[in-house]
């Protein structure tokens, strides 16, 4: 029995998570389970997957969540506070953590799960752009494994030779191209972008996610966290990592090799597919994932992006560039600004202008520990949320 601590429990790919490990019942075994506050998504679950441990974030969640469990008769032990996410990212018996909490409130957990030497499936990209350096370095140390949830990493990973040891020459590759949906707003008139609305955004034309992610689609953000992940996964200069938009969202991302062959991954858009192949590798299991006929595929486009309707995928290439913090201070404003976007503060066109602003406040910061990137976060965040209160709400 494999044992599995998801960390975001009850979050999109949380739920993707306990689906695909369900559809195995003799295969894996959940230790852990954890949420921020959301009792009765998680009180189901343990109900359903009776873990050793579930962590609420919130203290009044937490006694809320313990009164459940014992009405209900589950031995679960009920632990509370952000610190308690460490715990669980590290307890005995866990093989394998799902990181998959939203924003920098993952980064220490996941960090947790990878100096406990365990097998890190990575959905959290927010923890690699902040500290990837870092965590890369702390993988090696401990005898981590890092494999990406994230589609288009997971694709690039399949697709990749499997003794890929962070070489791109030795490995005959010539470029990462990373596919892009374009998200929501793809074609709106760049007139219409100030009036964009949260459930607009939110409102993405392939994927179900959570909101947070949901609107880094619709500004393109993500991708350029994306570029950032696939940099420091695969050990890749920006200059070899390339982005195409592909809105039917079926090719999950390509790897160009030097003799001219583009391993291409396709598939219908459906994250367990992703997390099924990180949590069995190197086997493949079945979870029920439907039959992907290429003979009713819709024809596939592909376009460059357009840097005029998405100036943050250039915004987050100039963090790149830049080294050292410049990638934590793009992604400390960013979260500032989603959030500010989500509660209505924000218009959807001041989120870039409020993380080009706060990244020329806080231009190419260094950072050597993980002190460092925790302390340049608060500084980037304090930045940011001023200029929040200054740009268009
Ligand atoms: P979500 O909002 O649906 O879920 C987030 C989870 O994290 C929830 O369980 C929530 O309770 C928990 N959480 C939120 N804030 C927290 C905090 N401060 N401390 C502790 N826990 C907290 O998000 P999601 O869509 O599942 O995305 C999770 C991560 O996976 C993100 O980093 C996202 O970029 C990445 N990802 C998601 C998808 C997807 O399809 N949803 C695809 C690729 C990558
Ligand atoms: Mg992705």
């Not at 955004?201 to 953000?221: E, F, L, Y």
């Not at 602003?357 to 976060?377: K, R, W």
């Amino acid at each position: 029995m494999i044992g599995v601590s998801i960390l975001g429990a009850t979050g999109s790919i949380g739920v993707n998570t306990l689906d695909v490990i369900a559809a195995h019942p003799s295969r894996f075994r959940v230790v852990a389970l954890s949420a921020y506050r959301d009792v009765e998504g998680l009180a189901a679950q343990c109900r359903l997957h009776q873990p050793e441990l579930a962590v609420m974030v919130d203290e009044q969640a937490a006694i809320e969540l313990r009164q459940r469990l014992r009405e209900a008769g589950v031995d679960t032990e009920v632990a509370s506070g952000s610190d308690a996410l460490q715990t669980a990212a590290s307890l005995p018996g866990t093989d394998c953590v799902m990181a998959a909490i939203v924003g920098a409130a993952g980064l220490l957990p996941t960090l947790a799960a990878v100096r406990a030497g365990r097998r890190v499936l990575l959905a959290n990209k927010e923890a690699l752009v902040m500290a990837g350096n870092l965590l890369m370095h702390e993988v090696a140390r401990c005898g981590a494994q890092l494999l990406p949830i994230d589609s288009e990493h997971n694709a690039i990973l399949q697709c990749l030779p499997h003794d890929y040891a962070g070489d791109l020459d030795a490995a005959g590759v010539r470029r990462l191209i990373l596919t892009a949906s374009g998200g929501p707003l793809r074609t709106l008139a760049p007139e219409a972008m100030a009036s964009v609305t949260p459930e607009q955004a939110c409102a993405h034309p392939t994927w179900t996610m959570g909101r947070k992610i949901s609107v880094d689609s619709a500004t393109m953000m993500n991708k350029g966290l994306e570029v950032i992940e696939a940099c420091c996964l695969f050990d890749a200069p920006a200059e070899r990592v390339d982005v195409v938009v592909h809105p039917q969202s079926l090719v999950h991302s390509m790897v160009e090799y030097v003799d001219g062959s583009v391993l291409v991954h396709m598939g219908h858009p459906d994250m367990r597919t992703p997390i099924a192949h990180a949590l069995a590798w190197p086997e493949r299991i079945d979870f029920g994932a439907a039959v992907f006929d290429v003979t009713q595929s819709p024809p596939l486009e592909f376009e460059p992006p357009d840097p005029r309707r998405f100036p943050c995928l250039a915004l987050a290439m100039q963090a790149l560039s830049a080294g050292g913090g410049a990638p934590a201070v793009l992604n400390a404003a960013n979260e500032i600004a989603v959030a500010a976007f989500l509660d209505g503060r924000l218009r959807f066109d001041a989120i870039a202008p409020l993380i080009e602003q706060t990244l020329a406040e806080l231009p190419a910061p260094e950072v050597v520990s993980l002190e460092d990137v925790m302390a340049l976060d608060e500084q980037a965040r304090r930045v940011a949320g001023e200029l929040a209160g200054r740009l268009p709400g």
